[in-house]
């Protein structure tokens, strides 16, 4: 059985940073499957925030964070990460991992997803 477990959220002042991570055990991922995140914030639908294929490299951004967040993948240790820069009030949310063997567009945009990870907080607050 498939694990992710989320680490690195936190409170934040507006402007500030977080790096989130996203640690997969179980087995190791198959080398087509897609990772990513999304959030949810209190009283809005879970979105698909960023997602990254290991297959071909391929990524998603939502416009909300594009220019922001930048998600990257270390295969070997079979983590993704998720660097959150200029953070905004509106990115308090719960972040959540996910991985999905297809591909990021039915991943993020679609939110075909196979595994979940416990979710981690990300408050942006003064």
């Known amino acids: 059985q498939l694990q992710l477990v989320e680490s690195g959220g936190g409170l934040v002042q507006p402007g500030g940073s977080l790096r989130l991570s996203c640690a997969a055990s179980?087995?190791?991922?198959?080398?087509?499957?897609?990772i990513g995140w999304f959030r949810q914030a209190p009283g809005k639908e879970r979105e698909g925030v960023s997602c990254?294929?290991?297959?071909?490299?391929?990524?998603y951004y939502a416009d909300s964070v594009k220019g922001r967040f930048t998600i990257s993948r270390d295969n070997a240790k079979n983590t993704v990460y998720l660097q959150m820069n200029s953070l905004k009030p509106e990115d308090t949310a719960v972040y959540y991992c996910?991985?999905?063997?297809?591909?990021?567009?039915?991943?993020?945009?679609?939110?075909?997803?196979?595994?979940w990870g416990q979710g981690t907080q990300v408050t942006v607050s003064s």
């Open positions: 996910a991985a999905d063997g297809g591909t990021v567009q039915a991943m993020c945009v679609v939110g075909f997803v196979d595994y």
């Open positions: 990254i294929s290991s297959s071909d490299g391929s990524t």
């Open positions: 179980g087995f190791t991922l198959p080398y087509y499957y897609t």
